[in-house]
């Protein structure tokens, strides 16, 4: 860090870092089963199409019927009894019905107990990726301070980006806990 540009970059470097830690919880987040159907529920799992594991939504269309309801279109005909196995082994908790043209998955409601336990593990992964967020802000002050140490920067300037990485920091945390917030209360919906 010879200047206040790299000091600059390593802001913008953290703030890619925090916004990939956000992005992700979103994707995990979109995998739970929260009782009402959502194609991301099942479109990771991989399936056997000739001799290649591939994704389920890479071989078929995952469609949704009713709100607890999944409809997996396979492209090619062939690939059905695949799809049924790959979805009978991916102990979703459910039996996938097929009929010889698609396969349907009916998601049963979810009982109050079980949206708790949900609400509970879904803290509990928030609480993770706040940790990482926070990680990263550790980071960059030690950085700042090793600039700050070898007389890089000056002190008022060290103050100064510390304040812009905490910043950012409070603003990641922040989003994190509205991301749980609004997923604690559609979880909670019945």
């Known amino acids: 860090m010879d200047d206040l540009t790299g000091v600059t970059q390593l802001i913008r470097n953290l703030e890619t870092a925090m916004h990939a830690h956000v992005d992700k919880l979103k994707k995990d987040l979109s995998a739970l089963r929260t009782g009402r159907a ?20 890479q071989v078929a269309a995952i469609s949704i019927s009713d709100a607890r309801s999944l409809v997996v279109s396979p492209w090619d005909a062939g690939a059905l009894d695949a799809i ?8 979703l908790g459910v ?6 043209k698609l396969i349907r998955i009916n998601l049963p409601a979810m009982t109050e107990d079980r949206r708790r336990d949900l609400v509970k593990a879904i803290k509990v992964m928030c609480e993770d990726f706040k940790v990482k967020v926070r990680n990263d802000r ?14 890089e920067l000056a002190e008022d300037d060290a103050k100064k980006f510390e304040t812009d990485i905490q910043k950012l920091t409070d603003r990641f945390i922040a ?7 609004a997923k604690e209360k559609e979880l909670m919906t019945v």
Do not use: H
């Open 138 to 151: 550790r980071d960059g002050n030690d950085k700042i301070k090793k600039a700050l140490k070898a007389k």
């Open 38 to 57: 959502n194609p991301q529920l099942i479109e990771g799992i991989k399936v056997e199409y000739y001799g290649t594991m591939m994704p389920l939504n």
């Open 175 to 181: 989003e994190i806990d509205g991301i749980i917030a």
């Open 84 to 91: 049924d196995k790959a979805l009978q082994q991916a102990d």
């Open 95 to 100: 039996s996938p019905q097929n009929d010889g």
